[in-house]
């Protein structure tokens, strides 16, 4: 496929990316997945690679480019394996981003050299045994007590919990103001009373590792809370919304890995003495869903050039979130019907894909979460 809209030094980064996901990704994919366990050299190698510095600026150590970069780098790593390409997104795009975004002088030159090269870990921690989708109802409690925070409840799914070195978390510091009662802290998985899980097992996404962690009147510095005292977590919707267009960006990539095994598959696939591609059928279905990703993907450039023309992106990024993971449903579904037998099989591509795709509807605000922001911008 022509990358239409890319600059060349865009062009550039993605074959550079590229290259090194068919060299070092693809072929461990299908052995990551079933071990279920993520292989956590990678994030220095992405580090080193200045893969983690993007979209950060040069002055604090990162690699420079916005979002469009930020979006190339995770369609091209999911094209190799989304469960890596989340592990990375995750840590990156939430995690050190909301450092970054909301943090003071001292909490970036701490935090943000080990995080950019890859030596040191995050993850971002809101859900909640009761609270997912409504984000409102988070219920872990940040009580103020002199200099320090004293944390207590659980987070649930947090994505690389079972081996980060800072986690980010949403805790309410003011009871019964809702959003607006809530603070980021940075929490170190040493501090007392913090404890990790075992990892969840899940439906798809298996070489990633998720896991509940929980706190007991865990004492964090005030030194260690990212803005000012209940506003963190408004200040983190825009990070939130920046994070809707890398994982719309996510959903491409996996739909053009999808597209590009049923290609494979039914070009190479005979029956009798003609590839089934001969079938109008396939043919048809093929030229849909290639048509519909890469409406996907320019939605999702919009949006992206948007943030880096520093204008309004919250309505042009939920839409671009909205209609690149359903598309990548739909396409994974597609992908692997087209593949019949043999991608139903456990080592196949097409099944880890259809098994990868649900959770990018879900995470980063679900589709009626999208839904309810384009509304909200459209409606009178
Ligand atoms: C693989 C994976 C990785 C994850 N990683 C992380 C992570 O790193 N950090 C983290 O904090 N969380 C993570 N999560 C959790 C994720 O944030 C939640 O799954 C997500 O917020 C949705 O919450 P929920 O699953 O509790 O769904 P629920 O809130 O129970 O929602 C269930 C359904 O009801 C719908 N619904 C709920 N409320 C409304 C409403 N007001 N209007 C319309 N529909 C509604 C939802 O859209 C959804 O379809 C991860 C989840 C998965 C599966």
New binding site residues.
């Given amino acids: 496929m022509i990358d239409i809209g890319l600059t060349d030094e865009e062009t550039q980064f993605r074959d550079s990316v590229r290259a090194f996901v068919d060299r070092s990704v693809v072929p461990n994919a299908t052995r990551w997945d079933i071990a279920e366990r993520y292989p956590r050299e990678l994030f220095a190698q992405a580090g080193a690679l200045g893969w983690l510095g993007v979209g950060f600026p040069e002055e604090v150590g990162g690699s420079g480019g916005g979002s469009v970069m930020s979006a190339i780098l995770n369609a091209e790593l999911t094209r190799g394996s989304a469960a890596i390409a989340l592990g990375l997104y995750?840590h990156s795009t939430l995690a050190t981003a909301a450092i970054y975004h909301l943090g003071c002088a001292e909490q970036k030159a701490r935090y943000l050299p080990p995080a950019l090269a890859g030596r040191k870990v995050g993850?971002?921690?809101?859900?909640e045994p009761g609270a997912?989708?409504?984000i409102s109802r988070v219920r872990t409690r940040a009580r103020r007590e002199g200099s320090e925070y004293v944390l207590s409840g659980a987070?649930i799914?947090?994505?690389n919990a079972t081996f980060a070195d800072f986690m980010v978390i949403v805790a309410v510091t003011e009871p019964g103001q809702g959003l607006k009662g809530m603070s980021l802290f940075v929490v170190e998985p040493d501090m007392p009373g913090v404890a990790v899980g075992a990892p969840f097992r899940?439906l798809g996404?298996g070489a990633?590792e998720?896991a509940e962690i929980t706190f007991a009147d865990t004492r964090v510095p005030q030194d260690n809370r990212l803005g000012p005292e209940h506003t963190g977590f408004i200040a983190a919707l825009k990070v939130l919304s920046l994070g809707r267009v890398a994982s719309a960006a996510t959903a491409v990539g996996l739909g053009r890995a999808a597209l590009e095994e049923a290609l494979c598959y039914t070009s190479a696939r005979m029956q009798g003495d003609k590839p089934i591609t001969d079938h109008q059928f396939v043919r048809f279905t093929l030229a849909d869903m290639a048509t519909r990703i890469e409406a996907a993907w320019r939605l999702t450039l919009h949006a992206a050039r948007q943030v880096d023309a520093g204008g309004e992106f919250d309505c042009a990024a939920a839409m671009a979130k909205l209609f690149a993971t359903e598309t990548c449903t739909h396409v994974c579904e597609r992908a692997l019907h087209l593949c019949g037998a043999q991608g139903y099989m456990r080592e196949s591509n097409a099944q880890r894909f259809y098994r990868d795709c649900k959770?990018l509807e879900?995470?980063e605000g679900?589709?009626?979460?999208q839904r309810?922001t384009i509304f909200r911008h459209i409606g009178r």
């Avoid at 679900?366 to 979460?369: G, L």
């Fill in positions: 995750v993850c971002w921690g809101y859900a997912g989708a409504d987070k799914y947090i994505t899940k996404m990633s998720m959770v879900l995470g679900t589709s009626e979460i309810e």
